[in-house]
């Protein structure tokens, strides 16, 4: 059945290859993205299909949603728009709040202005609502406060149990592990959760909160220092450069191939349920930085990665997430092996990338 869908923030990485997949699905696609120069460097080349309505507005500005929705009627909204930016959040921490709070609060009464209730909402979360997550202690399980900065500036980097007793991080789901957040970015992406499922309640329509583990391919910004670490390193092990990897290199993070994600997100269009639902989407496995790094070196022929003991504040220590859930409610499951996805990237940067490179637009990235 064809579709009205709208794509907040939809001219980015995610939401642009989401947008590509509904048009040739047959459905009418309108995106709605600020083109922030963070993401967009200029000159600002948009790749969505010629079908594609694009409205250039702010989710924080009330005209420009009065003026998109005057003109659109979405059977669906997907909210993507979104600031990303961990370590970001604690010193742009207004900046965060105004976008991924405030932006959220003005989609909703701007379709009380227009009078107007859509019949599914798509958000995309991050695994980042979960914290440090649960770990297991042998005898239970435990949810470890943050780690604080005195704590990784001597290099304490795994959480520990009570009376000093070794953990085990399990994987987060969305059923079972409550979300604590450790820095104010995931704080504000629960605060999205919270108001769409008590706007969405109240208006008696579909919600899916589908929670991205760390999310990688093609499309990614290679310009954008918050965009990802295989971003990074995909890009900096092309230019044969040493990949610095922070702690002590068995951070843990659970990779998955954009298209996977797409995949998630085309089914929760397709498969809207009467009940509101949270699910986690990644690729089921979990891999140290230091294992992305050096398979990223090998298959660029760069040099060995470097652990050099630097950090993040608010950072965790793992993040894995268990996809039955999902598999279960979409019928879709993660088919990308992380070696495969990390290639496809490389080839990207080779192709698309190396143009960037060419026109000096890059400079220099930092974690």
Not at 335 to 357: C, M, N
Request: negative net charge.
């Amino acid at each position: 059945m064809t579709t009205s869908v709208l794509i907040t923030g939809g001219a980015g990485f995610i939401g642009s290859a989401l947008a590509r997949r509904l048009v040739d699905a047959g459905h009418d696609v309108a995106v709605m993205d600020v083109l922030h120069p963070q993401v967009h460097r200029k000159p600002c080349v948009v790749e969505l299909p010629r079908e594609v309505r694009l409205f250039t507005g702010d989710v924080t500005h009330a005209p420009d949603w009065d003026a998109v929705l005057r003109l659109f009627e979405p059977t669906q909204i997907v909210h993507l728009a979104a600031e990303t930016g961990t370590a970001q959040s604690l010193s742009e921490a207004t900046r965060h709040g105004s976008v991924n709070v405030v932006g959220t609060t003005q989609l909703v009464d701007a379709l009380g202005r227009a009078d107007f209730v859509p019949e599914h909402l798509v958000l995309a979360s991050s695994r980042a609502v979960y914290g440090e997550g649960a770990w297991d202690t042998g005898a239970g399980v435990v949810y470890p406060p943050p780690r604080t900065h005195a704590q990784l500036a001597a290099g304490n980097w795994d959480p520990v149990g009570p009376d000093g007793v070794a953990l085990l991080p399990l994987a987060s789901a969305a059923d079972r592990t409550e979300p604590r957040p450790t820095n104010i970015y995931a704080s504000t992406k629960l605060a999205q959760e919270h108001i769409l499922a008590s706007w969405a309640a109240a208006h008696d329509t579909r919600l899916s909160v589908l929670r991205l583990q760390n999310v990688f391919g093609p499309g990614q910004s290679l310009t954008n220092s918050y965009t990802g670490i295989v971003a990074l390193f995909a890009r900096l092990s092309r230019a044969r450069q040493p990949l610095e990897v922070y702690e002590d290199g068995r951070i843990l993070r659970d990779f998955v191939y954009i298209d996977d994600v797409v995949d998630a997100l085309l089914a929760a269009l397709q498969r809207p349920r009467a009940k509101a639902r949270c699910l986690d989407i990644g690729s089921g496995a979990s891999t140290t930085i230091h294992e992305l790094a050096t398979m990223a070196a090998r298959l660029c022929d760069a040099p060995d990665p470097v652990i050099v003991g630097k950090f993040r504040d608010g950072d965790v220590r793992a993040a894995k997430c268990d996809v039955s859930a999902a598999e279960d409610d979409l019928g879709w499951r993660p088919k990308w092996r992380l070696e495969d996805g990390l290639l496809a990237l490389l080839d990207w940067v080779d192709d698309a990338g190396e143009r960037t490179l060419r026109s000096g637009d890059l400079g220099v990235l930092t974690r």
